[in-house]
């Protein structure tokens, strides 16, 4: 079976969480599975391999996971975008809108140097504020985004639009 079509079975619908009328998408079960957990790195490695990509930058918090395994199977550093006041040093910060509410992301704003190439990663794309927030305070450090990678798409909510141009990747699309 395809990557594709087996995630499609695997990650599951839970309608209204975290608040009604938002159908979450539940990716908890591909990291129970060390065969379908591998499947997902191995072609996010191989979508990347060969790119000029310094490191990886995983969004809070299911970013941080396939972020981190990510950067295992590429050798790369990873560095952290987090919810407010969760980092301890000298932050750059960036507010956007939500599917539901509104957040603010930070990053270490020594975490990058100007001119690194980086790949973003999050588990899911919906209305994209969370990803283009993340994009602003990559190149707000004055580093390039090579990608910007997801497990999951929901195209209906027309997230790229907000992306701007900037290569997007994801592995499903519902
Ligand atoms: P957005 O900023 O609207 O693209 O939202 C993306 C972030 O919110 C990601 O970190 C997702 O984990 C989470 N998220 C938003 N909508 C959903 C959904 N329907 N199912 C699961 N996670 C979601």
Redesign the pocket.
């Known amino acids: 079976m395809s990557l594709e079509q087996h995630l499609k079975e695997t990650i599951l619908d839970?309608p209204d969480?975290p608040i009604a009328g938002?159908?979450?998408?539940?990716?908890t079960p591909i990291l129970h599975d060390a065969e379908t957990l591998a499947r997902v790195i191995e072609a996010l490695a191989a979508r990347y391999e060969g790119e000029r990509i310094s490191r990886i930058v995983g969004?809070?918090?299911?970013?941080f996971i396939f972020g981190t395994a990510l950067a295992l199977a590429m050798k790369k550093g990873v560095v952290l975008v987090r919810k407010p006041g969760k980092l301890p040093r000298a932050t750059r910060s960036v507010s956007?809108?939500?599917?539901?509410g509104t957040d603010t992301l930070e990053i270490h704003a020594d975490a990058l140097e100007a001119g690194e190439r980086v790949l973003i990663i999050?588990?899911?794309?919906?209305?994209?504020?969370?990803?283009?927030?993340a994009c602003e305070l990559v190149e707000g450090l004055g580093a390039e985004i090579a990608g910007v990678a997801f497990v999951?798409e929901?195209s209906f909510?027309g997230?790229r639009a907000?992306l701007e141009g900037r290569p997007i990747h994801s592995l499903v699309t519902f």
């Open positions: 839970v969480f938002i159908v979450f998408k539940d990716i969004i809070e918090s299911r970013g956007y809108a939500l599917e539901y999050d588990d899911l794309l919906a209305t994209g504020g969370t990803a283009a927030a999951v929901l909510l997230g907000k």
